[in-house]
């Protein structure tokens, strides 16, 4: 069988896991990278054994022809190379945070319906393994009616002047941070795990005055269903791991039969009402890549569909549901009034 080809766009820090997942897949030849900063271009394509290197996304686009763009930019880039991959019929996965706005993410929508290709926002939380499985445990009613969920983000990445600059040093400037950045995988987490929101309340607030953006907040949601669900982020305090972004924090699943409890480790424990004691679940989970290997899991889950037409998650028209629940965060924050969502 022909491999599916496969151009990317971005050689930035989270690339890496992209690249990482892309060389690990059956089926999948990296055909061609493009960075506007050829040394770091030159540097990842050595790394990954990429065979052509681009400062030109249309030139490489035209010339290589792949079967699939990986658009791994920050969200400034995102609707202009959407527009280049739907001018060429070239199917998308696109980085999270998608388009600038509400308005950017509804005419990328646009745009790719009128081609006929497919758009998958990057958003790869979902596909982390204790979330699979927890899903899995959900839907098989094992904790009976859910009554509410806690996360608790505690990456402990927020403290003093220099937060973020060894990594992602852009954090810092983000107008919108712990939201519009970290929470947004939590809110389509909660979407995969309890259904539609159907309104939030939030209090956010700045507590490292060498960034521009929010870095703490609690956020109330209020399914459609009847589950309440609380993220409590804040980026300045730990949590026990080994790892303190692998879960990024700690969540409890309370039910009508039994709790569920996420470590930091990845690890899954269940206590059944009127018990004192945790009972360790096993599950398949990996060490390799981000987060469980949720890249490769997501990126995967997309050949697959493209190979063999599987039923899609996290298309572009679904994603905007989460750029809906984030705006109404935002709003709640400010106004101080609970936000019905209206999709």
Known sequence: MNKLRVATIGAGYFSQFHYDAWTRMDGVELVGLCDLDQARASETAARWAIPQVFSDAAKMLDQLKPDLVDIITPPVAH??????????HIDVICQKTFCLSIEEAKEAVKIANAAEILVVVHENFRFQPWYAEIKRRLDSGSLGQVYQATFRLRPGDGQGPDAYLNRQPYFQKMNRFLVH?????????????FGEVADVFAE???????????????????????VRAVFDGNRLVDHPAQNHRFTMGEMMIEGEHAVLRLDGDG??????????????????????????????????????HLVDGSPVANSAQDYIANIVIEDAIYKSATSQCVQEISL
Do not use: C, M
């Not at 609707?79 to 060429?88: D, E, Q, V």
């Not at 929470?183 to 389509?188: C, K």
């Not at 899954?268 to 018990?275: C, G, N, T, Y």
């Open 79 to 88: 609707l202009g190379l959407i527009k280049l991959a739907a001018a060429r």
């Open 181 to 193: 950045e970290t929470a947004i995988h939590f809110v389509d987490t909660f979407r995969f795990l």
């Open 204 to 226: 956010l607030r700045r507590l490292n005055p060498a960034i521009v953006g929010e870095d703490a907040g609690i956020v109330i949601f209020r399914h459609h269903n009847g």
């Open 267 to 304: 690890n899954l424990f269940e206590r059944a009402l009127r018990s004192n004691e945790w009972r360790p679940i096993t599950f398949e989970k990996s060490e390799s890549g981000f987060g469980g290997d949720s890249v490769y899991r997501l990126q995967r889950h997309v050949i697959d």
